[in-house]
């Protein structure tokens, strides 16, 4: 017989010399009325909203979860005890070498009380505004109120108070018919201290790659200008 189910998952993995590990729990998060409980921060385009759309649409599924963040300093705590409660099932991804510890949960006073843990909490998108902008038009598509199929949709819920400190790591971006970066060096010196590296050694700054890594570090004069922007001057990868 089938039952309610949650996953709490564990992942481990390595940034520069320091191992990071990061406890979330995957689950069903209402997104249909919208409340304002879930939070984007970025501005999506449309063309790649209709593109998850049609995929969700054509395969009737959520292929893969949203990545949130709340501020809960108790989340940790119990996803923590509800991994002792299961025996987890671990791999380890090929590529970037991820741990992952996977822990189905099915007791039903555990889930509630993971639900009552996140339940007045508003969370923030850390990845996936695209996947749930096309969930949010399914649902009002749908027209049946929160008892839909895309009323919900999969997430991964995590807390940025997690005891090994949520990671934001580096945006990746792929720069097409650029030219090479040597021609922009001059330029980029007035504002960034820049060196050539075998490998990213830091996490504070910003590279760009082209076959070798160049770091980019921005200087006191650049962080003025963003600091006469209204800007900060931290520049924090994690949280």
Known sequence: MASDAVIVLQQSFRMGHERISRTGVICN???????GDIIPHERTFEWAVQERLRVMEATGSHLEPIFLTVQNRNLERVLRRAMQASDPREFEEPIGGVMNSVHFVTDADMIREIQETLKHDRAVVADGHHRLEATRRLAAR????CGSFWSRVMAYVTTIYDRGGLL???IHRVIVDAGPFSQYRKRMSDFFRMGTEGSVQRQDIMYVYDGQFHSLEPTPAALQIIESLGGSRQLPLSC
């Open 168 to 170: 934001i790591s580096g």
């Open 142 to 145: 749908a027209g049946t109120g």
């Open 29 to 35: 998060v209402e997104v249909f009325p919208d409340r």
